[in-house]
């Protein structure tokens, strides 16, 4: 066990959280929610901070080229989310920009290794984001995520029409927001990755809209139960 | 306890209520009863309460029309909330349910001696009067404004919980009546996801409470097969209590439902939503007690109540028939049958075999009784709109009618199909309806049950295959002749002595149909508006199609010349509330807000962004906002500026394209050192400024102003897209936060840190720029000093920001480090003589006038603006930007856009000004004409009052001159 204030990193979101009832686990340089929600409430529906894990962002005209080259797994297709064999996702945005999120498993060893292996003299025309940074990321999971959108998203995302690694980029409770389909061991999951600073308002919105649907408040741990299932 | 039980005791009545659940609850302050699953208006009129409210403009006595929402009558007040339809809204235990629209009491009105005065409120009244003599209006104002309007807003009222959703579906069904289960039922089946959306609780329609063939039974039985049928599948969603108020284009569609207000886009929509009743026009036509014979239907079915102990029916169809056998079956008297025409067929005969009296070829032409009908005047029709005299008068305390109908088309118009009015059969009907959209059922013309369910699945398959995007699949004709015997062509009877009224909710009689056409206002939307038939809470549901009829008649058009009024969304009332719904409005936090919290931060919301203005209580924020200057004049403050902007740059061009977004030059600009940047759009106005930082001969971090950033990162994008230059623009705002530490300790507070940054003076001049790592945290660190004393402006990853702060706050504690806000910077920032645009530039400011020229590079051949500043320049300026200071201690402080004032005119205007505690005086910033900007030159500020308050031109910056302290 350990505390936000321990760490050199800390989420924006910590003290929802603790609001919520959250215990602390570090995972590298940064505290993890732990001990809220369990299997069958995400199953349902329930909404976990996953910001605290590594993602990072590349942008410039070459960068499905140069992806591809490090040997990320994804195809120039605008809008669509790519496995990677550590489980981690591959979010291509544009012909110019990716967003990669890590596995579960919280290991960032991959993209700091891509991060380090990039250099601004090497004139390559991709740049690296600050995406752990810039963008908090939630994962919204179960069989009721859809109606939960339909109270702050004006896309179609029933599951029926938005198939798994399906992206949206919108606006979620007027707010932009990347919204990914990666469904997690079989139970429906959508990644949201939206402004960090707006963060607290986000969850505020997301835990206002999932209230009509029993929804919890779950943690990281629950996710890693669900995809091993 | 009000009133004696009205209630049916059998079976087959009263299937929403729960006999076993009674509650109690006030109306006008008197208890009354009634049941769980009973409306306001069941529950009233089952302790034979009939008479719900007073007419709009005459007060007259009203009571349930249609039992189903559709009519004013029936609007009441319930606590804080106005307009609450009683036919709808569910009774509940202890609810204060009030009248309106009254003074005195609702059973004696005083207002309603406006009755007596009817021949003086003629049609258009209003156009006419209230405007002369010059000023009498205020006369007339407060007198009308007291009787004006329904209900009561109650400004306190608690705030209620109002959200929206967004549906999707392949096919939309509107109305979930018998020919809306069928369209429904079919769509899904035929593979579509579709979504039924009804506005009452149970799905059914008329099978609720009327009869299929006759039978009761048959209607009833219908009903549960199509329901099990629906809700057993898995393709079809159903929403009850929900109404469409509006169709749009693109498959839009609006629906109310509770406390929602649904956005729904559909690729098919069949609109199902059945038909509205017609009044029968006759004297005192209004009088409580006479309603539809399908409200009388509901009453009984739905709410087991009885309508009345006997009853006469006015009817030129079998549904007048069937609601006599339903009558009889409750268990009141039926005393007569009055039948426009001569209406045949087994439910007239059975009818008849009952022994009720059936009156054929006549009409009602009156009705006695005040606030509950007694007896009506019966008399032989002569021909269209004529009678002889009333021979007969019947006792009754209730009267139904039935003498036709109009389809429900608004919903079909909204989406842009067109109205016409069908002679075949007296009603109008939707023709070349848009792509998307179908009817069913009575909307579409189409009224025998066969028909209705043959039609309706055809339909509901087609729409399926439709939305799948299967060509040729066109919804099948709507075809009944059964139609033709449901609408009397002209049941509108002039009595002569008028209060025959056509439309309820605005008190309009025939007699003012007749004078608006006379009034020469003959087309129909010209009545419409004259008149106001149709301008009410009912929309026209049951005034239109009389309406259309007199202007035919008077002006001896065929019906289908008339044309109709428009239809237009709302269909029902939507509340401001459902229009707001839930309000998104984010909030941006920088990642050391919780920490400004715990120091007791006042916050100031800079665009989405929260600040802090200062720290310390309200109370004193004066001394509050001095200490926090004085601290950073004298030791160290630090300040959170995480809000400002910031754009990663990167790429070949990177100096080249800066270059030509900002109106200096950037390509010599040597790496490891910051540059002030100016941006003006292609007009020359200035739009932004912040620095340059070249991190690598190909990568820049550019700061922009808070509320600009979006603004500028747009402007490098599309600029971007049009030079097609090789270069990269991120906007990296939120990814970095960002604080000011700064004053003369400051340099000693970094030092204190572990760090692979070189601080000293030498190694790290002003306006220098540096990466590295400090405290462990990976950190951009610019030397600049916005606020005129040695500082470093310290920029790290989001996540680690309050990390800093922590660590920042810490190592200055033995330094006297203060935090500060937004107030002392800007008394710092205006001390040095710094501008800040938004503030002392307008949307019209060019850098000249800013006196910017400095920031302007003459050679380079290219910026934004260039050309428009160089036209600006030789042309010359009309005003200057310059420093000030008040010369006379004694008077009041000047605020922001106070006007300077020269021989009675006005020649410039304050855009800052600050009482500067370190310079002991009060100084500002202020727009002059260039013959008054010279230092020392007197002019006056106007103040708040009109009093004038001396000031003179002082060169700036007003503190530290030679720039030498932010450079130690």
Redesign the interface.
Known sequence: MTTPDLHLRRSPLRSALLKAGAKWEALGDIAVSAGLGNEEAARHLAITDLSPLPRLGFKGRETIPAMQKRGVTLEPTPNRAFRQPDGGLCLVLAASEVILLSPLGGDGGRLKELHDSWSLEAGERTYPLLRNDSHAWFAITGAKASDLFAKICGVDLRLSRFPDLSIAQTSVAKLSAIVTRADIGGTPAFHILADSASSLYFFDCLIDAAQEFGSSVACLDVLRSLESG | MSGHSNRIEKPGFGLLIDHTKPLSFTFDGKLFNGFNGDTIASALYGSQQVLLSRSFKYHRPRGALTMNGLDANTLVQVADEPNVRADLHPVAAGIAVKSINHLGSLQRDAFSVMDYFSRFLPVGFYYKTFFRPAGIWKYFERPIRIMAGLGTLDPRADHKYY??????TDVLVVGGGSAGLEAAIAAAETGA?TLLIDENSQLGGSLLYGRVSDSREAADTLRTRLVAKARGLEKLTILTSTVVSGLFSDGWAAAIGGNRLY?I?ARQTIVAAGSFDQPLVFRNNDRPGILFATAAQRLMRLYGVRPGNRAVIATSNTFGYEAALDLLDAGTEVAAVIDLGTTSGPTVDAVRSRGVRIVTGSTLVDAKGYLRVESVGVAAITGQGKTAAATDWITCDCVLISVGCSPALNLASHAGAKVIFDDAIQMHRAVSPPEGIALAGAAAGVWSPARVAAHAKATGSAAARLAAGEPGSEPPDADDPTAAAITHPYPIFKSGKGKEFIDFDEDLTIKDIINSVKDGYDDIQLVKRYSTAGLGPSQGRHANLNTIRIVGAVTGKPLAAIGTTTFRPPLVPEKFAHMAG?A????????M??RHQELGAQFMTAG??LRPAYYGSKDDAARTIDDEVRAVRTAAGLIDV?TLGGL?I???DAAAFIDRMYTWAYEKQPVGRARYTLMTDMSGVVIDDGVACRF?P??YYVTATTSAVDQVYRAMTWSNVQWKM?V?V?N?T???SAMNLAGPKARAIVQTLTTDIDFSKDAFPYMGVRTGTLA??PVRVLRVGFVGEAGYEIHC????G??LWDILMTAGKPHGLKPFGVEAQRILRLEKGHIIVGQDTDGLTNPIEAGMDWALAKKKPFYIGKRSIELQAAKGITRKLVGFAVTDSASPVPKDCHLIIRDGEIVGRVTSVVKSATLGKVIGLAYLPPTMTDAGQRFEIRVDGGAMVPAEVVPTPFYDPQNARQDI
């Open positions: 959200d929206k959703a967004y549906l999707f996801e956005k886009r839930r998104f409005e984010p909030v941006r936090l920088t990642s807000h919780h989405l962004w995480s990663d990167r790429g070949p690598a190909n990568h090789d990269d991120a990296v939120a990814a970095y462990g945290i990853p989001a996540g680690y309050e990390a």
